[in-house]
């Protein structure tokens, strides 16, 4: 008798242990790249043939694959594909012809998951672009508290009245991919998304006007979306026809100020509805904040560099840059400058064009670190660099000025009779 119960006793325990060992499998699929090669180049309008050899001990649920540029934001969609299998012969195709793909370092990202685990594998590869040139500017201007128009002005100079859209201004982005332009209303414009070629409207987000808050908060274009902060404490994430991809949820009753979508993690710096606490958050995994904290920085502009996301903010009035590491939080004060940060932007590679109240700076946030005062001009809102053309686009509430990146010289200079919101660029492609 007693040898029975211990031998039930043994085969109840081993149940129990390779009950535990399936409930505990934690392990992701494993992904092989097959073709292309590592670092192969490709030219413009070729086909990327993409086989993996993907692999599991238990049934893959989902491969997905996109193209990637230098610092991991996506420039295509992404290519989903369910599955229920523990081995899987992987193949797709992707076409670069896609709007403005420069010449330059690339990855391809196949993601793999299980119930439970994803792998993601980045094969860099290079591709020989197409050159670019800058045809058209676009002014975003007040006509009134009410009214907010679009102006072009095109390679010849001309003055183009493009739309005017009802409602009040947030802030406004451009598509180059897609050509579009998306501009989002406060407290009553809507979200419109406009075709650059002839001023239509392509689609547009209401917005529901409901007591003394704006509902519209922010707003962020990214290669392939449009992210609204909205009142109702989330962010919305659309594609350029209007739908709506995702939905993240703020923590309590927030609004989110900035918004950047780079490395597949979505920031957000928040605000309380009521004012007062100023909190960043991180998406990397799901709808729901993974990391959310309190910080100090009022955040004008970010961006990403070199494992890190560089921040241009203000504190206590001051301007200062930032080093943020995303993984474990930790802010590491770079440069502080003479005046509050009006706007930052872009240049190339490490370097970083920084308006301030007194004038504009050139960081160079590599090993150099260096802030130099490169024009004299004070009370700019709005910079883009045009790396083709090399020349640089700014405007002061009323004057546009367009700036050689060389010399830092103003070339030619535009007088725009309502109030100037921001500009934009649209390109075209140079065939030879």
Not at 365 to 390: C, M, P
């Amino acid at each position: 008798m007693k040898k029975h119960i211990h031998f039930l006793f043994i085969i109840s325990f081993l149940l129990v242990f390779f009950n535990s060992c399936v409930d505990e499998y934690d392990k992701a699929p494993e992904i092989i790249f097959e073709t292309p090669s590592r670092n192969q180049v490709f030219q413009y309008g070729d086909t990327v043939f993409i086989r993996a050899k993907i692999t599991d001990e238990v049934p893959i649920t989902f491969v997905s694959a996109e193209l990637l540029n230098e610092d991991k934001t996506s420039r295509t969609a992404q290519y989903k594909t369910d599955y229920n299998a523990k081995e899987i012969n992987y193949y797709e195709e992707i076409i670069l012809n896609i709007s403005k793909l420069s010449s330059g370092n690339y990855f391809l990202h196949i993601m793999a998951r299980n119930e439970k685990n994803s792998r993601s594998v980045f094969l860099p590869i290079a591709i020989n672009g197409i050159k670019w040139k800058l045809t058209e500017v676009f002014l975003i201007t007040k006509i009134s508290e009410q009214q907010t128009g679009i102006t072009s002005i095109n390679e010849n100079g001309d003055n183009i009245n493009v739309a005017t859209l009802q409602g009040d201004y947030l802030a406004s982005g451009m598509s180059i991919e897609y050509q579009s332009l998306i501009i989002s209303g406060k407290n009553t414009g809507d979200l419109s998304i406009l075709n650059t070629e002839d001023g239509s409207l392509a689609c547009s987000i209401p917005n529901s006007i409901s007591g003394l808050h704006p509902f519209f908060n922010s707003l962020h274009i990214s290669d392939n979306r449009v992210f609204s902060g909205q009142r109702n404490s989330t962010i919305k994430c659309y594609d350029f026809a209007g739908g709506l991809v995702n939905s993240y949820g703020l923590p309590g009753e927030r609004l989110a100020k900035n918004i950047l979508y780079t490395q597949n993690r979505l920031f957000a710096e928040t605000e309380d509805v009521l004012g007062g606490t100023r909190r960043l958050i991180q998406y990397y995994s799901g709808s729901s904040p993974a990391t959310d904290h309190i910080i100090i920085q009022d955040i004008i502009s970010w961006d990403y560099y070199n494992d890190r996301l560089i921040i241009f903010a203000n504190v206590n009035n001051a301007g200062k840059i930032y080093s943020y590491n995303f993984i474990n939080n930790v802010f590491t004060l770079l440069k502080t400058t003479e005046t509050p940060i009006t706007m930052a932007t872009s240049k190339q590679r490490s370097e970083f064009f920084v308006a301030c109240q007194d004038a504009i700076y050139l960081y160079d946030a590599s090993v150099q670190n260096k802030l130099t005062k490169v024009i004299n001009q004070s009370n700019i809102k709005n910079i883009f660099y045009d790396s083709y053309g090399e020349n640089i686009f700014m405007h002061n509430s009323y004057n546009l000025y367009i700036i050689n990146a060389e010399t830092y010289q103003i070339i030619e200079q535009f007088v725009s009779p309502n109030e100037i919101l921001n500009i934009h660029g649209r390109y075209s492609a140079i065939t030879e």
